[in-house]
């Protein structure tokens, strides 16, 4: 299994930048995937998940800024973010579990795969 993220740079406050995570090697629609960033000297954190049958979770921190959108033809998963804040600045990573329709987890250990991750930067 390979995820690969990518679209992570630059923005300033208020900005918008749109990731994208490629995966292959995987029955696609049988695995949720998650976004997950992690700051400098903090843990990592799930930002958005979305199952295999379209659910998403949010957290409260990016709720109203960030969507999370998956294309089944196209093996991939966006996570759309607008009014980007510094504070969003971290790497983020995708990653994918094997789960049964509609078992949305926004929790770092559930996950099975990882890509390398993609940084974001929010300029003040």
């Known amino acids: 299994v390979k995820l690969v993220e990518s679209g992570g740079g630059l923005v300033p406050a208020g900005g918008s930048l749109r990731l994208s995570c490629a995966a292959s090697?995987?029955?696609?629609?049988?695995?949720?995937i998650g976004w997950f960033r992690q700051a400098p000297g903090k843990g990592r954190e799930p930002v958005s998940c979305?199952?295999?049958?379209?659910?998403?979770y949010y957290a409260d921190s990016v709720k109203g800024r960030f969507t999370i959108s998956r294309d089944s033809t196209k093996n991939s998963v966006y996570l759309q973010m607008n009014r980007l804040r510094p504070e969003d600045s971290a790497v983020y990573y995708c990653?994918?579990?094997?789960?049964?329709?509609?078992?949305?987890?926004?929790?770092?250990?559930?996950?099975?795969?990882w890509g390398r991750g993609t940084q974001v930067t929010g300029s003040s």
């Open positions: 979305i199952t295999n049958d379209g659910i998403t």
């Open positions: 990653a994918a579990r094997d789960a049964p329709l509609g078992d949305i987890r926004a929790v770092v250990s559930e996950y099975e795969y």
């Open positions: 090697a995987i029955t696609f629609p049988a695995y949720a």
